[in-house]
Structures are given as C-alpha cells and as structure tokens.
C-alpha cells in the first residue's frame, strides 16, 4: 500500500491543523492506521491508531487529548486533527499502514512525512 501524507504546514501557537493520508494500491480497510511523529535528533513517537473497524488508541500523556485520528475508508484516507497546537509539536508527521492479518506489532507500511511548524 502506499500512502501520501499531507496538510501540514505554518502554524501559529494555539491554532488547529488537519493532517490527511490518502492510501492506494490495496484494500484500505485492511489496514490499521497510525500517526507518529519525529523531530531531529529523536526517535520516532507514536501519536495515534486506528484499527479497520474505526477503534481509536491515542498516546495521551504528551497530546492530552488535543490531538484525534479518524479514518474514512470510502475515501481511503485516514485524519490526524491536532488543535491547541504548541511550538513543541513542531515535527515531521507520518501516516503509516499495518495489514490486519498481523494482528498487531510494528507498521509495514509509512507515508514520505508532512511537515508542521508550530511558531511561538
């Protein structure tokens, strides 16, 4: 499957942003989907999952809640709504894509990454 990450972009503190990947070449709604996030320097940090069936995990204790996945898999695509943003969730975002039949365990699949700058 491949996946095209986009929305990201300037933000100024405070303010929301709408990340969006779009999936192909398989069947989207045979994958569980996830956002992770990575700044220089560090290691990549899982934000959010959704499973094929729309079952959210978010990692709550750095986004508290600001930050929400969705998917729509008549759309192939899957969301990362993020409000409230901060300087400190400046990173390169990614969508990244399991196949079910794994039943769980590391993604096989990631888009190129969405830049989003959060200024203060």
């Known amino acids: 499957v491949q996946l095209q990450a986009s929305g990201g972009g300037l933000v100024q503190a405070g303010g929301s942003l709408r990340l969006s990947c779009v999936a192909s070449g398989r069947t989207f709604s045979n994958y569980d989907m996830a956002w992770f996030r990575q700044t220089p320097g560090k290691e990549r940090e899982f934000l959010a999952a959704i499973t094929w069936v729309g079952v959210s995990t978010h990692f709550e204790d750095s986004e508290k809640g600001r930050f929400t996945i969705s998917r729509d898999n008549a759309k192939n695509t899957v969301y990362l709504q993020m409000m409230n943003l901060k300087p400190e969730d400046t990173a390169v975002y990614y969508c990244?894509?399991?196949?079910?039949?794994?039943?769980?365990?590391?993604?096989?699949?990631w888009g190129q990454g969405t830049l989003v700058t959060v200024s203060s």
């Open positions: 990244a894509a399991r196949w079910v039949g794994r039943g769980g365990g590391s993604y096989d699949y």
